[in-house]
Structures are given as C-alpha cells and as structure tokens.
C-alpha cells in the first residue's frame, strides 16, 4: 500500500490522525446517547440469539443497547489511545486502532450489504430505502477507509522513525 503523505490534500497524517481520533470520540458519544434517549421514543432494537432455552424476556430488554454502549466505550478508549500515540510519537499505542479498525471497516461492509439485501427481499417493497442504506454505507466505508488509510501511513510513519533511532531522524521532526 502506498503512504499517503497528506490528509485532504491539506492537512499532514499526524494532523489527520488526531482529527480522527477526535471524530471516533465524538461520534461514539453521540451514539451512546441517541441509543438510550431514543428508547423513549419506542425504537428498538435487534440481537441475534443463539441459545435455545435464553428467556425472551431479556432479549426484549436493554442487553443490546448494552453491549452497543460497552462498544462504543471501548471506542472512545481507543480513539483516547490513539490521539495520545500521535501526541507522544508511539506506534504501539496506534497499533490497537488499526487492527480494529480494519476489523471494523469488515463488518461494516457485512451489515450494509445484509441490511440493505434483507429490505431488498422484503415483501413489503423497501426498494428505495433499501438503495439509500446500499449507497449511504458504501460512502460511509469509503470515507471510513480513507480515514483508516491517513491512521496507518502516519503510523507507518511513526514506526519508521522508532526504528531509525533518536540520532538518525531528520533534524525537523527531533
């Protein structure tokens, strides 16, 4: 894969990273809270249950929301962790955010496509709202992916610079 060497064609990786550090915070936060304030508004929400004598009573409860909201703190912790690795120039704190963020940008491809086939097949004719989840995910993933890419080549970066030693960097970046 080639490095990138810029962020939106202005910003530099480092500054890119932490931009996206700051975006997983913020997004996370606001994830948690529409998840509990939207329950007043009877939205629900769905899990797969595997166990054959688990109680329906629980499904139908807030465990869901609970493991979505466990998710998404322990987002912000690694979004914490990687504007701290830019801060401080440690890649091996970056390294958490990268594996899982492609791990991530994974099963966001899996729950587009399964989300927007299951309304495509529905009987009740989900076509268009079936095409906006199509077409807005796969934005959504492209953007993600970029995001990831700017991450990764600062901390290839960063590793480049560990591995060269304090000495042998370029006077500018001491």
Known sequence: MRRLQKCCCC???RTGTIITG????ILSI???ITIWVANKHNVSYRTFIFAEDFDKKLADMDIPRI??????CFTILICSLL???VLKRRSWLMLPWVVL???L?????ISVLHTSITYYLDEQDHVLLATFIL???LIYLGIYLYLWAVVFSHYLDVRDDEERGRYRKAPYKR
């Open 135 to 137: 077409i807005g995910g």
């Open 101 to 103: 963020g492609i791990v």
């Open 67 to 72: 493991i979505l909201t466990i998710n998404l």
């Open 30 to 32: 606001a994830t948690i």
């Open 83 to 85: 504007i701290v690795a």
């Open 22 to 25: 700051v975006l997983g915070i």
């Open 11 to 13: 910003a530099s990786t």
């Open 105 to 109: 940008a994974v099963g966001l491809l």
